[in-house]
């Protein structure tokens, strides 16, 4: 038996011995995914950074309503209204409030700003000696191993007082952009034999404009663009303790580690398709859906594809209609209303109105078909994934750099979470899980089974 048989069978083994009834859960009342039946979350601490409320109980009775989403108690739709509504961009300030509690007055504001400018600084010879080494196409294992090499460069990196973590945090904040840009730019130099663009940012623009000015051989870019991807960059900083990667943060964190392993704990996280790497998907499953259909604006024809993707006859076979609902809203996602009508603008001025009219017609379509095929406890309605792919191609970002783009964003809200965790908790997080394996006794080599 060669090497990668033997591996087929030792695999085949391992799926037979770990495989469990799943009866067994609701025997013991194993909550799987940290969530109820009903798809609430299990309780596992308390945060002051941000709220999300999907339901209310009326008369005893809860009731789905539309979605909330607040940083710090502020809705952010009143949040992204206040910075849209100035004409300014709002990165900075969200950032602020997230990280310090309050919004910031215009002294804090300008300080604020300045502190990100000078913190956006890599190591001498760092983009030659890391970044270019081992360019990939996987842009988030190539940021993890970035935040962690920037740890032997920091000589307080395993000091875990406040000063220096909100230090260590301001710097990650501020060189995301670069770290994943640099790292585009290598993979398409060197893996795909084009040219290599290393701009350096600009102190006195905002994390938008920086990402756009990084990104493109001109480093042009219009008022627009940088505020559509300065507003997706905003709604997608932080969601609450509960979701994956910033859960991971308050766990990793919790055992003492450094900033630099738990940022790229979180990056681990955040990669899987099932977090942030959704909007990849949902961009692959539009591709395939224009392949599949004569024409995208029947809605027989759209419709019949998207039972076919429930009846895991189409795309990856895997079920799945992506972007579409959420583990916690029902009625409505809030970010993806702030986001939609930004991207309905953009897509005009793009010439691509064709194309947004087929992802608002999917929107519309899927809730009454996913209803139709699935026993679902709670309503189906489009997430922010759902436009954040299809932005980000109009604004020419590569498909290479959706998922780092979400991390150029969240890695604010994993820095307050950070922060809240090592301030208010000194417990290592650890769950139980309940064996559910008799006891045996050891046999001896001689008396095992061939």
């Known amino acids: 038996m060669d090497f990668q048989d033997q591996t087929v069978v030792l695999a085949r083994l391992c799926q037979q011995k770990n495989q469990m009834d799943p009866a067994l859960y609701q025997k013991y009342d194993v909550q799987r995914g940290l969530r109820d039946k009903n798809g609430n979350g299990v309780v596992a601490g308390l945060t002051q950074i941000s709220s999300i409320i999907s339901s209310r109980t009326v008369d005893g009775v809860k009731q789905s309503c539309p979605g909330v989403l607040r940083y710090r108690g502020i809705d952010i739709k009143d949040i992204t209204n206040g910075f849209l509504s100035a004409g300014r961009l709002g990165f ?28 956006c600084k890599l190591p001498v010879h760092f983009v030659r000696d890391v970044i270019m080494k081992a ?3 996987d842009m988030m294992n190539m940021l993890s191993r970035s935040v962690l090499t920037l740890g032997a460069y920091d000589t307080a990196c395993d000091d875990t007082s406040i000063p220096n973590v ?9 060189i995301f952009p670069l770290l994943a840009v640099y790292g585009y730019h290598s993979y398409n130099h060197y893996q795909c034999d084009d040219s290599l663009y290393i701009h350096k940012p600009d102190p006195n623009l905002s994390a938008a ?3 756009l000015r990084l990104l493109r051989p001109d480093k042009s870019y219009t008022p627009f663009e940088a505020k559509i991807l300065d507003l997706a960059l905003v709604l997608h900083m ?29 990056l681990g996280s955040l990669k899987g398709p099932k977090h942030g790497g959704a909007n990849i998907k949902v961009v692959q499953m539009f591709d395939d859906l224009r392949e599949s259909v004569k024409d995208e604006t029947d809605e027989e024809e759209v419709a019949a594809y998207l039972t076919a993707l429930l009846d895991k006859q189409a795309f990856d076979r895997k079920g799945l209609i992506y972007g579409m609902g959420h583990a916690v809203y029902s009625i409505s996602d809030p970010r993806a209303d702030v986001f939609k009508s930004f991207t309905e603008q953009l897509a005009d001025e793009k010439g691509c109105r064709a194309e947004f009219n087929l992802y608002s017609m999917v929107e519309r379509l899927a809730p009454r078909i996913i209803g139709q095929k699935r026993r679902i406890y709670k309503g189906v309605s489009a997430n922010v994934d759902f436009y954040s792919g299809f932005v980000y191609r109009i604004l020419g970002i590569p498909c290479e750099l959706f998922t780092p783009m979400f991390a150029i964003a969240r890695i604010v809200g994993w820095s307050a979470h950070r922060l809240e965790e090592l ?28």
């Open 92 to 119: 900075e300030e969200t950032a602020y409030l997230l990280l310090f509690g309050d919004l910031p007055n215009w002294s804090q504001l300008d300080d604020f700003r300045a502190s990100l400018a000078d913190f």
């Open 135 to 137: 360019a990939r196409a």
């Open 166 to 174: 909100l230090r260590q945090c301001l710097h990650l904040i501020s």
């Open 209 to 211: 404009e920086n990402t």
């Open 238 to 266: 932080e969601h609450g303790g509960g979701n994956n990667s910033s859960f991971t943060t308050h766990v990793v964190s919790s055992s003492g580690t450094d900033t630099y392993s738990v940022v790229a704990s979180a």
């Open 423 to 450: 301030i208010n908790q000194d417990k290592i997080i650890r769950p139980a899980y309940q064996s559910v394996i008799a006891d045996r006794r050891y046999l001896e080599i001689e008396q095992r089974a061939n």
